[in-house]
C-alpha cells in the first residue's frame, strides 16, 4: 500500500493505493491554507495517520505529496508555491521524521499526468502529454513511463506559451500567455465580456455555461467555439514538438468529455504540422481529481532517474 496526496488551495485530499493503482480509502478536508504551512501539514499528517490505521495489517511503503508550486525533490522542500502561500517549507522532511517513510514531493500536475499514465486513460502511452485546464493551465510529460522534468525540475510549464504577442496579461505578469486563453477561468470571463450571463450575472459559472451550450444558446455556442480554437491552437503547439501517442485532457473541464474534446480534436487536426500523418489521440481524463493522488503514491515509479554519462568523449582540437 501506498499513500498519495494531493494539495490544493482550497482542498487537500489523501489516498489508499494498492497495487493495482486502485484507491481504496480516501480522505479529503479543506486545506485553510491561510492557517499556515504548520496547520496544514498536521491536518495532512493526521489524514496520514487514519490512512495508515485502514491499511491495518497491509504495509504502507511511502507517501507521495502533490501540491502546486517549485520544489526541491532531493531534499522534499517547497520552495515557493503561490496557490497555497507556502515559502521554503521543508514537508517532505517533517512527514519523513514523523512516519519514518520515504516520502516523495512533486509538482500537482506532474502527479496528474502520472497517475493518467499508470492507471487513467493515457495508459501505458508514450510519450504521453496532459494538459489540464483549470485555475490556470499545468501540464505533465512522460517519456518511457518516466516524468519529463528538465535539467532543474521546471519542464511543461505550458500555461505560459505565448498565444498572443502583447495580448491579455497573465497571473506571471507576461502578456498573452496560453492560460489566459484556455483556462476554465478564462472561459468564464469570456462568456461574461459576450454577455452569455446578462440578466444572472451573479450567477455565472462553469456548469451553467455548458448547460446554455447544451440548450444550444448561440452567444454560448460563439463563445465556446472561440474558447476550444484557443486550447486547439495549443494542443497543437505541444503535438508538434512531442509527436506525443496521446494527449490527456484534465481538469474541472474535462467533466464535459466528449462535447469538449470532439469541438478540440477536429481543430488540431487543420492545425498541426503533419495533418496527413497518424497524429496522437486526443483524450479526457478518466481519473479526474484522482490522478494526483495515484501519481503522487507511485512516484518512485514515475521519477526520471538522472543518467550518469560514464562514457568519455574524445577532446576536441
Ligand atoms: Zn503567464
Known amino acids: 500500500m501506498k499513500i498519495g496526496i494531493d494539495l490544493g488551495g482550497t482542498t487537500v485530499s489523501a489516498g489508499l493505493v494498492n497495487d493495482g493503482m486502485e484507491i481504496v480509502e480516501k480522505t479529503e478536508q479543506l486545506s485553510c491554507c491561510e492557517d499556515g504551512a504548520e496547520a496544514v501539514m498536521s491536518r495532512m499528517a493526521d489524514m496520514i495517520e487514519a490512512l495508515i490505521k485502514k491499511a491495518g495489517q497491509h504495509p504502507v511503503s511511502c507517501i507521495g505529496l502533490g501540491c502546486p ?35 516523495y514531493v512533486e509538482n500537482d500536475a506532474n ?12 495508459r501505458g502511452c508514450s510519450p504521453m502529454v496532459m494538459v489540464t485546464l483549470g485555475t490556470g493551465v499545468g501540464g505533465g510529460v512522460l517519456i518511457d513511463g518516466k516524468l519529463y522534468l528538465g ?11 505565448l498565444m498572443e504577442k502583447n495580448g491579455r496579461r497573465c497571473t506571471c505578469q507576461r502578456m ?8 476554465a477561468k478564462a472561459l468564464l470571463e469570456m462568456a461574461k465580456k459576450e454577455g452569455v450571463f446578462e440578466g444572472m450575472e451573479e450567477k455565472a459559472s462553469g456548469p451553467i455555461f455548458f448547460e446554455k451550450l447544451k440548450k444550444k444558446e448561440e452567444r454560448a455556442r460563439q463563445v465556446f467555439d472561440k474558447y476550444t480554437d ?34 478540440i ?29 495515484i501519481g503522487a503514491a507511485n512516484l518512485p515509479l514515475v521519477r526520471r532517474q538522472t543518467i550518469q554519462h560514464k562514457a568519455k568523449y574524445m577532446d576536441l582540437p
Open 151 to 161: 535539467k532543474h525540475g521546471n519542464a511543461s510549464i505550458f500555461g505560459h506559451i
Open 69 to 103: 508550486g517549485i520544489m526541491d525533490r532531493e531534499s522534499g522542500t517547497v520552495i515557493y508555491s503561490n496557490n497555497i502561500g507556502w515559502e521554503q517549507v521543508p514537508v517532505g522532511q517533517n512527514l519523513k521524521e514523523r512516519f519514518r517513510l520515504p516520502v
Open 230 to 263: 484557443f486550447v486547439a491552437e495549443g494542443i497543437a503547439d505541444l503535438i508538434n514538438i512531442f509527436d506525443p501517442q496521446c494527449v490527456v485532457i484534465g481538469g474541472g473541464i474535462s467533466a464535459q468529455g466528449n462535447l469538449l474534446v470532439s469541438s
Open 176 to 183: 498573452g500567455c496560453w492560460e489566459s486563453y484556455a483556462s
Open 111 to 122: 502527479c496528474a499526468a502520472a497517475g493518467e499514465y499508470l492507471a487513467g486513460a493515457g
Open 265 to 293: 480534436k477536429n481543430k488540431v487536426k487543420e492545425k498541426i504540422f503533419f495533418s496527413e500523418m497518424d497524429t496522437a489521440q486526443i483524450l479526457c481524463s478518466l481519473l479526474a481529481n484522482d490522478a494526483a493522488i
